[in-house]
């Protein structure tokens, strides 16, 4: 383990339900990050959290909704799906936004949208 | 658009070799590069973290360069092990979150 947990480790869903990632951390960081990684891509930026505080949404439609109630915990909530929406989901943490000590990731969450 | 680029794409060698993967971007606004290795369908494990100040890290058989002027950054794996076989992606911080390639499938045979 990383320091940083991520549940579930696998989830199947349909596209009309509602779902959510889980990411924990007890590293003492302050800033949290959600990415995408999708077969044959980069790993692609979703959401960023300092201090709490969302900075960054790179253009993620709406059906992907984050939520960060203290800085040892984020949420990414699903609802409505796609089928292109099957990817890995990575959660990092670092100590702050852009910190230089390095980002620590989790395991992920495998999705796939049926 | 920060691009950061992996090249070989998959790279297959028998065991015992010493192996180079590169990486090049685009930002000369780095704060630092990060080496990851990620095995299939898992996270990523941090291997290496080259600050923008420093020119190389080492950490057992792994050493990686990092060049700014030249916006390049290697990973040197010596000896190499068929428990190396895995997927590594370099990322670089330029002070607001992290840019991947798209990494390196490494195949290391008996």
């Known amino acids: 383990e990383t320091g940083v947990t991520q549940t579930p480790r696998h989830l199947v869903m349909g596209m009309t339900n509602k779902k959510s990632l889980k990411c924990e951390q007890h590293?003492?960081?302050?800033?949290m990050y959600w990415y995408k990684q999708s077969a044959k891509k980069p790993l692609e930026l979703m959401f960023v959290?300092?201090?709490?505080?969302?900075?960054e949404n790179n253009s993620v439609p709406s059906r992907f909704s984050p939520e960060c109630p203290n800085s040892s915990h984020l949420f990414l909530h699903l609802h409505t799906l796609q089928p292109e929406d099957s990817a890995l989901y990575l959660c990092?943490?670092?100590?702050?936004?852009?910190?230089?000590?390095?980002?620590?990731f989790g395991s992920g969450t495998r999705l796939t949208v049926v | 658009k920060q691009e950061v680029t992996q090249i070989p794409a998959a790279l297959s060698v028998p065991e015992g070799e010493n192996l180079v993967l590169n990486c090049s971007f685009t930002?000369?606004?780095?704060?630092?590069l990060q080496w990851f290795r990620q095995d299939p369908g898992k996270g990523l494990t941090s291997l290496l973290l080259?600050?923008?100040?420093?020119r190389e890290q080492t950490s057992g058989r792994l050493n990686a360069s990092l060049d700014k002027s030249s916006g390049r950054s290697t990973l040197y794996i010596a000896a190499s092990q068929p428990g190396d076989s895995a997927t590594y992606l370099c990322?670089?911080?330029?002070?607001?979150?992290?840019?991947f390639g798209k990494g390196t499938s490494l195949l290391v045979t008996p």
């Open positions: 959290y300092n201090f709490k505080e969302q900075t």
């Open positions: 930002d000369s606004a780095i704060y630092n």
């Open positions: 990092a943490s670092s100590l702050k936004q852009g910190a230089e000590d390095g980002y620590t």
């Open positions: 080259i600050q923008s100040s420093q």
């Open positions: 990322a670089q911080n330029s002070g607001y979150a992290l840019n």
């Open positions: 590293l003492g960081h302050n800033a």
